[in-house]
């Protein structure tokens, strides 16, 4: 392992110019996991009831104070699937090290160790720089949190970087590089995982329905339970849908389209159904919660402003609103960075075809549509079932208080539709580089 670490120190090091923006990229995501980390154990290490000048008395109580630490911890989850996305794109780009290093006598398993460890320094440097940022915001506020905040301060700058190499591993497991300078992926069928899931939710669901029948168990808040199930089904069904709809409109397409670009999609989607799945997963998951969100948060204001509440009451119940909100609109910004990471990552993947392609004549602007329509197919259908489960999620939030059903949530999916093609489209610069005809020389 020792040995591991030193070249990708080494590695880490030499890398060329080309690679700095990928190592940005990694480095920003350690530190927005280190800010949200650090965040989280400020307000942890906050002893009893207090008094803070801040969020309208949200942060008073012990009981608000752990939601706002639960938020702060699930905000973790798509920084850590964007920088699964920065690892998977780091090793294909860096293919013709991964191939010299096979001939050097490395096995598979080792390459991808040093791919993971050279992610873990750029997240080191990451989450010292989040540290600091951090500590200086501290000194400003005049917050001098306790010795054990501390020691959890530390914590999470060590962890993050350890984290971090976890996941590319976890990521880079079904990558392989050969000596002969071709990387691929091999792994089983992603839709068993969702069916997994699926049935997790299906188990929530059921126990959340039979504690509600219950007198014993209203004290547990079946609702809660019934709404993570739901949200988890739908996730789970949505990226189910995205693998299952790329695979069969890649078949359909591949044998009907007349449209160059719409052929070139299809036979990629054909190829690799489940890409789709693994680069929307985060972005369907992030729908269901936003639409459920925006419809329980019209619901709510609609009942705060019939009742009877002193400003300091309404501002203390807005607050809490409005910090979900940021939360979800964090959650969704990362998500689509996640998405395109991964897109650029798919036509780095395919350099090779790319060049091919328009070596023999094809236009650069039809391959930017093919690549559009990767995102745009598949990612359709899925959206539309997400946005359902997140009216499901509302709708029963508006019938269980006796609230107004409102409509504006069901724009939410309309506009991640939106910004999820144009998070694709930032990864376009990078195609003219990958479908040079250079590229033909490494085959």
Known sequence: MKADIRIAWTLARGSERREWWRILLTALGALAATGFALAAVVIAAVPGQVSIPYGHGLLDRPGQRAGVVLTLVLLLLPVLGFLGQCARIGAVHRHR?????RLAGATPAQVRRIAAVESAFACLAGS????????????????????????????????????????????????????????????????????????????LIIVGALLHLSPAGRSVKPFALLILGLVLLTGAGAVWLTGAFAAFVGRRLTIRAQNPAALIAASRLAQDPWAAARTHAAVL????????????????????????????????YTTGIDLAGAAVLVALAISLCGLAVGTAES???????????????????????????????????????????????????????????PLLPLLVPVVVYAACLLAAATSLPLLRRVSHPAELRFT
């Not at 009877?308 to 009451?313: A, L, M, N, Q, V």
Request: proline share 6%; aromatic share 6%; net charge positive.
């Open 97 to 101: 090290r991964m191939a010299g290093m």
């Open 128 to 203: 010292a720089a989040g540290f600091a940022a951090f500590a200086v915001f501290l000194a400003v506020a005049g917050h001098a949190p306790p010795p054990v905040a501390w020691a959890g301060f530390v914590g999470v700058v060590l962890a993050v970087p350890v984290v971090a190499a976890l996941v590319s591993v976890f990521a880079l497991r079904h990558v392989v590089a050969s000596p002969l300078d071709h990387v691929r992926r091999t792994g089983p069928d992603r839709g068993r995982r969702a069916a997994l899931v699926s049935l997790l939710a299906v188990g």
């Open 285 to 316: 998951l992030v729908t269901v919660v936003g639409v459920g969100f925006v419809g329980v948060r019209g619901v709510l204001l609609a009942a705060l402003a019939e009742g009877d509440y002193r400003p300091e009451s309404l501002a203390f």
């Open 347 to 405: 036509l780095a993947t395919r350099r090779r075809g790319l060049a091919a392609q328009a070596a023999a004549g094809v236009p650069r602007r039809v391959l930017a549509r093919a690549a559009l329509l990767e995102t745009a197919l598949p990612l359709a259908p899925a959206l539309l079932l997400a946005g359902a489960g997140g009216t499901v999620v509302y709708v029963a939030y508006a019938m269980l208080v006796g609230g107004p059903v």
